[in-house]
């Protein structure tokens, strides 16, 4: 027959106290701020402080007409994915954004049709870029320290075709032999 004892340390256990469950509704619908701006899409009401803060889905437009698109969280736009902001001067940015700052790769698209690709950390642009401007050409870059540098690629070479047709090819010149030879 063995012995066995157990060693039951009464101050080492304690007794835990069931945590409330905080009731949460979850749900869809257009809010109006004081101010003009308008919400519409999903949200959450934590029922204890009934505060009903943007969360899910949803779009946010300003007074003077901005429109922030994209999943939100907390009342945070972003939440670690791609969003859509639209300006009223026509330019929009899309790409990830976080912590209200423009975040990760994205795509800045100007009024003129220019288009700006590359990597943004706090709405700086980092690294390599791509500038499209309104007439196709191309512009690679680089950007560092809030600065950025362009240099354009060959647009002449571009836009040639790239085969070319030799039969269609005549000459219309007649050089100074062939014009000494008639009779």
Not at 24 to 45: A, I, P, R
Request: charged content about 30%; glycine content about 10%.
């Amino acid at each position: 027959m063995t012995d066995i004892t157990t060693d039951v340390d009464s101050e080492d256990t304690e007794v835990k106290k069931p945590m409330k469950e905080i009731q949460v509704v979850q749900d869809k619908s257009v809010f109006v701020h004081n101010t003009g701006d308008v919400y519409d899409g999903s949200f959450e009401l934590k029922k204890k402080d009934k505060i009903a803060r943007m969360h899910g889905p949803g779009t946010y437009i300003t007074a003077v007409g901005d429109i922030y698109t994209g999943i939100w969280e907390a009342d945070k736009l972003g939440a670690n994915e791609v969003v859509s902001i639209n300006f009223i001067d026509g330019s929009r940015f899309e790409g990830s954004f976080r912590d209200w700052s423009y975040s990760g790769p994205g795509r800045y698209y100007y009024a003129d049709g220019s288009v700006l690709k590359g990597e943004f950390a706090e709405n700086t642009l980092v690294g390599q870029l791509e500038l499209s401007d309104p007439n196709g050409h191309v512009w690679l870059g680089k950007a560092q320290q809030g600065f950025a540098w362009f240099e354009a690629r060959n647009h002449y070479f571009d836009m040639l075709p790239t085969t070319c047709d030799r039969e269609k090819v005549k000459r219309h010149h007649k050089g100074p032999q062939e014009e000494n030879l008639s009779p």
